[in-house]
């Protein structure tokens, strides 16, 4: 299968069977560019329970408010369409997250804490955005592992055989990795282009030609969480930080020393948006 044939396959996961009603729905909503503000909060209130995962993400160490955001409707307000429309679709893909790969969800959700820790530190204007795209990150690994249930097993067992990193099993087997397919899913279901380009170089951030400083932070929010040991990205490898994020960075000693520490409290409340009551 060529690359253009594989992108067709996996365009398409929305019609799969085991694709839940309520990510059917919201995809829905959020393929709509032209969708406000006021369709989405009455969308989402609709549905008991993803209110409930919204409000619990939105209330966590992710965004900082602490238990402060009692509505739908004001998570909206406070953090804008963009923000609302990842997130949205962030917790309703959780439980295939975790179908797909026991521990993808706690490591995506640690690295949204850990970079808008880092986005915060960078003085970004939209920390939230880009905790969402690092929520997102990996989202190509659901989409492979949805569309490919068997072959991804596969994946997972020669990574894990091997030795090595899942990226590495994954362009052994496709010829790319889930950066490139989750960039391709985000891309169909109309995410900004900004979220599409950090989802696609996470692991290459010296490639993102309009937002090199959010990519960066996305990659070593990554790798900062899988030295953690923080949730489970399909290996348990480290890789290096690229020499070309430090350098974008430009963080000192002192800044990654109070980067850890922030990360460290913020996790110690893991409880608050891991969903194991549910």
Known sequence: MDAGELRAQLE????????????KSILKVIENPKV????????VATDPVLTSRVLKVVNSPIYGFSGRISSVSQALLLLGLNVVRGMLFGVSVFEIMEKSMVGLWGHSMGCAVTARIIAKKKGLEEPEEVSVAALLHDIGKVALSLKFPEEYEKILADTAARNVFIFEAEDAHYGLTHATAGAWIAQKWNFPKGLVEIIG???KPHLSKNLPV?????????????????GFPGDTHVPAVHPEA?????????DIKEILKEMDESLMHSDDFLFQDE
């Open 12 to 23: 398409s996961i929305d019609t799969l069977p085991t694709i839940p009603t309520v990510l």
């Open 36 to 43: 406000s503000l006021n369709e989405i909060g009455a969308f």
């Open 201 to 203: 170089y996470h692991h």
């Open 214 to 230: 959010e990519t960066a932070v996305v990659h070593l929010a990554d790798i900062l969480i899988r030295a953690r040991g923080f």
């Open 246 to 254: 430090w350098k974008i960075l430009d963080l000192s000693e002192e």
